[in-house]
């Protein structure tokens, strides 16, 4: 069957600009920029990350040929905050969102801007998430696939007016899965249809056709695996027999299990039982095999243009999902599943000369992509205006000075329990239940799934109360509500917004 041809793409991809003279990356020609997104997106589940059960040879070779960072995190665990972060270069504090909001209109730092402002040429496809749904931040051009989602008044997404075209009779939802529910099973129409086929075939089709002068920076955002965990058949097919790894269930997390209770197909946690959890966690690999299947295409286009060898590749994704790890659900949590995220990065010979295949252990997060990005270009990111810093520093094996730490944190969201802050180095990670005031401790080390709390281990104790200092040396610029006379306290109401939030577009 012929790939079917796309909506309206071709002319709004082979916009052009002219070029201007820079370098970059140690006085190199500028690359492009090719940043490949997943959403909700499970830190360990890459093969390259040690999971010897899924299928991402691509995303592999990404980390094969360059560098994956085992301690890459989310700050702010869900898609709307996580992706101001991403935005700005910011901490949540300073971006403005500490929870699940509405991404601002307008920031002084917007990466599509400053990239723009660069002499790239730049396009995003994919998922935004941003209000409104057709705001740019500074894209030349955005090809937008929003899971549904109809936030903004008439709207309707390029891929859902594609599918019209391409399939009139036919129901985009036919699955029958919402986009929070724990379900899965193979999606109901020809695989060509399906929302990550379309933001592959639009990535590729960009490539193709690009006769630009400047550099590009193409921005790929795929919406899955983000249930609803849906991948065509023969990837549904290939986990069916697959020994996929169980949920890690700590003695600490009974609370989440809900017995008895009638629990709605979006559920945030509940024990589903060890069936529903596999089956979930089939279609959530198959997604995810299926997006590689798609970076894969992507990489063959770019080989046959003869950029690869041009181009910095970076891959990350917005957060995790626990798919019923602690009988946990969804993302928003402090715990690995939802909080560390894969973080992979590729330069092409012609930018940069450094070791390849290296594993790094310093704390990511996704406030470090755009000061990496403008490196790349050849602009100096001022350490005034980030929180972030050149990941590329750490790759040229510079990581004097590197954060020995990261923070973590979500407001309220589905319970008022739900509500935290957090620090960790991928060693270690203290959680400070807002609400009441608990405190977790894990060893990430001995401990990867977080199964034993060591908050209340005497032996621990002085471990416990170093890691509770660094989030109130943290909270120092805040102070009150989350600091009082110089020590955390439960802080049960809610705070979305903090005051540097520079509010919604008009």
């Known amino acids: 069957m012929s790939r079917p041809k796309p909506l309206s793409r071709r002319a709004a991809l082979q916009v052009g600009l002219g070029g201007i003279a820079m370098t970059a990356l140690g006085g190199a020609k500028r690359p492009n920029i090719l940043f490949l997104m997943t959403d909700q997106h499970r830190g360990d589940c890459i093969g390259a990350d040690g999971n010897k059960a899924i299928r991402t040879p691509h995303l592999d070779r990404i980390a094969h040929e360059g560098v994956l960072f085992r301690c890459a995190y989310t700050s702010v665990p869900s898609c709307t905050p996580a992706r101001a972060g991403l935005l700005t270069g910011l901490s949540p504090w300073h971006h403005g969102m500490l929870g699940y909001g509405a991404v601002a209109g307008s920031y002084r730092n917007e990466k599509p801007k400053m990239l723009r402002e660069a002499g790239y040429q730049t396009l995003g496809i994919g998922k935004m998430h941003w209000a409104p749904q057709r705001h740019l931040h500074g894209f030349h051009r955005t090809l937008l696939d929003e899971s549904g ?28 899965i919402g986009w929070n529910d724990y379900a899965a099973k193979p999606y109901a129409l020809d695989e060509r249809l399906h929302p990550t086929r379309w933001t592959g075939d639009t990535a590729v089709e960009f490539l193709q056709t690009y006769k630009g002068d400047e550099p590009f920076f193409l921005k790929v955002s795929f919406a899955r695996p983000h249930s609803p965990y849906d991948p065509p058949e023969r990837f549904w097919k290939l986990y069916e027999d697959a020994e996929l790894p169980r949920a890690v269930v700590g003695k600490w997390a009974t609370r989440h299990a809900m017995p008895g209770a009638k629990l709605p197909k979006d559920t945030w946690r509940g024990d589903l039982g060890a069936e529903q959890v596999r089956r979930s966690r089939q279609g959530y690999y198959g997604s995810v095999t299926f997006i590689d299947e798609q970076v894969g295409r992507i990489l063959d286009a770019l080989a046959k243009r003869g950029w690869l060898e041009d181009t910095l590749i970076l891959v990350t994704s917005d957060h995790g999902d626990m798919t019923g790890d602690h009988h946990l659900w969804r993302k928003t949590y402090a715990y690995e599943a939802s909080a560390r995220i894969p973080m992979l990065m590729r330069w092409g010979g012609n930018c940069l000369d450094a070791k390849r295949g290296q594993v790094l252990r310093q704390p990511v997060e996704l406030r470090d992509v755009l000061p990496t990005f403008l490196d790349a270009a050849g602009v100096g990111a001022d350490p005034k205006r980030f929180d972030g810093r050149s990941m590329l520093d750490l790759v040229r094996g510079k990581a004097d000075g590197w954060r020995p730490w990261i923070d973590l944190e979500h407001d309220i969201c589905y319970a008022q329990e739900n509500h935290w802050n957090a620090v960790t180095d991928g060693r270690w990670k203290y959680i400070y239940h807002a609400m009441h005031g608990e405190q977790q401790l894990f060893d990430l080390q001995a401990d990867p799934g977080e199964s034993s709390d060591l908050a209340s281990d005497p032996a621990h ?7 509770r200092g660094r989030l109130v040396e943290h909270f120092a610029e805040r102070g009150a509500p989350f600091l009082s006379n110089g020590d955390l306290v439960p802080r049960p109401k809610r705070f979305l917004y903090s005051p540097n939030y520079p509010g919604k577009a008009q």
């Open 461 to 467: 104790a002085a471990t416990l109360r170093q890691w």
């Open 149 to 176: 989602r109809a936030e903004s008044p008439g709207f309707v997404s390029d891929y859902r007016q594609w599918f019209r075209q391409q399939a009139p009779e036919s129901n985009p939802d036919a699955t029958g």
